[in-house]
């Protein structure tokens, strides 16, 4: 693994209530993703995060909002949660290079119930 | 979407045949990239290969690529029980990266 820690691991909670996922590096890298991943879908990108402050909408970002306020950190929230939110939340991290492969968490498992 | 496609979407081989698999792609890319995953966990990054590259070799893994057709192929020889996962195609064109549907591989003892 490449210190890339994820939580809380899995989430019950209820539709209209907010969310809060967490992704923790030890690494330092510079670009750090979240992504869903959904039987049929692949994995889609929500936002990501390319220094502390810096973020960008990816492919899928409607509903979930981000925040960087130190390197190892990159959080993810879904202010009110819908059952079209459940799915398996990864973050990944990338180091400056150009050509710099993603390095993986563990993995969320979100159901809104 | 930018998102690749994976065919076939399944594979089931015997222990010892090759595994090849298949990832087109939309947009122009600065490069492509091979993932696996097994289930319930991450995915582990497998081999790179860059847009201006046509072939890359690591261990058992055959990869090719070909920009005029958009298109990649992964070659898993003399392949194990300890393939059997999920495997993506990543393009890499802005930053940002767009992975495939994916290819389910089971290899058969």
């Known amino acids: 693994d490449a210190g890339i820690t994820q939580s809380p691991r899995h989430k019950v909670t209820e539709t209209g209530t907010p969310v809060t996922l967490r992704c923790h590096q030890t690494?330092?890298?510079?670009?750090m993703y979240w992504y869903r991943q959904d039987p049929g879908h692949g994995l889609r990108l929500i936002h990501y995060s390319y220094g502390v402050k810096d973020t960008d909408k990816g492919e899928v970002s409607d509903g979930y909002s981000v925040s960087r306020s130190k390197t190892e950190d990159f959080l993810l929230t879904l202010e009110s949660a819908t059952s079209s939110q459940t799915s398996v939340y990864f973050c990944a991290i990338r180091g400056l290079a150009v050509y710099n492969e993603q390095f993986f968490g563990p993995g969320t498992r979100l159901t809104v119930l | 979407s930018q998102q690749g496609e994976e065919d076939p979407q399944a594979l089931s081989i015997q222990e010892g045949e090759n595994a090849t698999m298949n990832c087109s792609y939309k947009t122009s890319i600065n490069n492509l990239q091979w993932y696996r995953q097994n289930s319930g966990r991450g995915l582990v990054h497998l081999i790179l290969i860059r847009s201006n590259e046509r072939e890359k070799h690591s261990g058992r893994l055959r990869v090719t690529l070909d920009t005029s057709k958009k298109s990649s192929s992964l070659l898993i020889t003399a392949s194990r029980a300890a393939d059997t996962a999920s495997y993506f195609c990543?393009?890499?064109?802005?930053?940002?990266?767009?992975f495939g549907t994916g290819t389910s591989l089971t290899v058969i003892p």
């Open positions: 990543a393009t890499d064109a802005t930053g940002q990266f767009y």
């Open positions: 690494e330092n890298h510079r670009y």
